[in-house]
């Protein structure tokens, strides 16, 4: 999962023509290092997603902008667009996250 370093990346990233999973999270955060444990095999079983992640505290403006009240938060894009985001309340097991997943393929 590569990490977004910039707003402009950001940008660059959500704009594809491809959809791609923009993963917001923290260092301090202990149910993002959990989802870490697992994610690699479900990133690995959905290719069809780009994967990304970006430290929340970094860039608020970004997390306030796309409503990302917790962490960790998925939010999936496409042409500049977001079309879904699991909060980070219901991304707590595999079973959260590729449930959320497969109803937005």
Same mark, same amino acid.
């Given at each position: 999962? !590569?990490?977004?370093?910039?707003? =402009?990346?950001? =940008?660059?990233? &959500?704009?594809?023509?491809?959809? #791609?999973? #923009?993963? $917001? !999270? +923290?260092?301090?955060?202990?149910?993002?290092?959990?989802?870490?444990?697992?994610?690699?095999?479900? &990133? =690995?079983?959905?290719?069809? $997603?780009?994967?990304?992640?970006?430290?929340?505290?970094?860039? *608020?403006?970004?997390?306030?902008?796309?409503? #990302?009240?917790?962490? *960790?938060?998925?939010?999936? $894009?496409?042409?500049? !667009?977001?079309? +879904?985001?699991?909060?980070? +309340?219901? +991304?707590?097991? *595999?079973?959260? #996250?590729?449930? $959320?997943? !497969?109803?937005?393929?």
């Amino acid at each position: 999962m !590569e990490n977004i370093q910039s707003q =402009e990346k950001f =940008e660059q990233v &959500i704009s594809s023509e491809k959809p #791609v999973i #923009v993963k $917001f !999270e +923290a260092g301090w955060c202990p149910d993002c290092k959990r989802l870490d444990m697992f994610i690699g095999d479900i &990133i =690995e079983e959905n290719q069809q $997603f780009t994967w990304y992640q970006i430290d929340r505290d970094q860039f *608020p403006e970004l997390a306030d902008q796309y409503q #990302v009240m917790g962490i *960790p938060s998925l939010l999936i $894009f496409q042409n500049g !667009e977001k079309l +879904a985001h699991l909060h980070s +309340a219901n +991304a707590k097991t *595999p079973e959260e #996250v590729t449930a $959320f997943l !497969e109803e937005n393929k």
